[in-house]
T-cell receptor
Framework: AQTVTQSQPEMSVQEAETVTLSCTYD???????LFWYKQPPSRQMILVIR??????QNATENRFSVNFQKAAKSFSLKISDSQLGDTAMYFC????????????????FGQGTILTVHP | DVKVTQSSRYLVKRTGEKVFLECVQD?????MFWYRQDPGLGLRLIYF???????EKGDIPEGYSVSREKKERFSLILESASTNQTSMYLC???????????FGQGTRLTVV
């Protein structure tokens, strides 16, 4: 069974500062993807960033970057230069894939972290 | 743009009613998922499907069933709605070769 744990129910940050959201996961799979999704008050889930487990280099998307520690099964999200529009709930998620690069099975989510950016 | 459409944004049903939540995607995705979202519990997987007429139980399938007669449509069925099924329901789809999941806007279901 696979699990995803986000231990921070709520976080807050001042505009323009940096914040890090934590995520740990547990799996026996060797090949998988990890994700951070954002859910703003509109409820529409949006993919923020994706990391392939076989890649050692941490993924980066503009102001968003991850710190992926495979041995520790840790996958944190860093948001730099926080903006008011970053206020949302953030979910960490996991899906395994096979040697052919095909995803299969459950797309599993954590409990979510509510991030509030203050002006 | 990929579009995942859920039939209702808000729904109020009575205890014991049979409830259908519909989800349609327009990008020929193989995978489709139904989740429920509750405060403090995140998104919990109810059922998923990787092909027409194929379905797999997720983590909390009790009280739910699903139907996938066509590739683009994945229906969640509450056979006899109960108050503990009051929740936000999210549908998602993805390609098997591309793991990004696209979500509908969610259905907030209230069972009274």
């Amino acid at each position: 069974a696979q699990t995803v744990t986000q231990s921070q129910p709520e976080m807050s940050v001042q505009e323009a500062e940096t914040v890090t959201l934590s995520c740990t996961y547990d799996t026996s799979e060797n090949n998988y993807y990890l994700f951070w999704y954002k859910q703003p008050p509109s409820r529409q889930m949006i993919l923020v960033i994706r990391q392939e487990a076989y890649k050692q280099q941490n993924a980066t998307e503009n102001r968003f970057s991850v710190n992926f520690q495979k041995a520790a099964k840790s996958f944190s999200l860093k948001i730099s230069d926080s903006q008011l529009g970053d206020t949302a709930m953030y979910f960490c998620a996991f899906i395994p894939f096979n040697a052919g690069g095909t995803s299969y099975g459950k797309l599993t989510f954590g409990q979510g972290t509510i991030l509030t950016v203050h002006p | 743009d990929v579009k995942v459409t859920q039939s209702s944004r808000y729904l109020v049903k009575r205890t014991g009613e049979k409830v259908f939540l519909e989800c349609v995607q327009d990008m020929d995705h193989e995978n489709m998922f139904w989740y429920r979202q509750d405060p403090g519990l995140g998104l919990r997987l109810i059922y998923f499907s990787y092909d027409v007429k194929m379905k797999e139980k997720g983590d909390i399938p009790e009280g739910y069933s699903v139907s996938r007669e066509k590739k683009e449509r994945f229906s969640l069925i509450l056979e006899s709605a109960s108050t503990n099924q009051t929740s936000m329901y999210l549908c998602a789809s993805s390609l098997v070769k591309n793991t990004e999941a696209f979500f509908g806007q969610g259905t907030r279901l209230t069972v009274v």
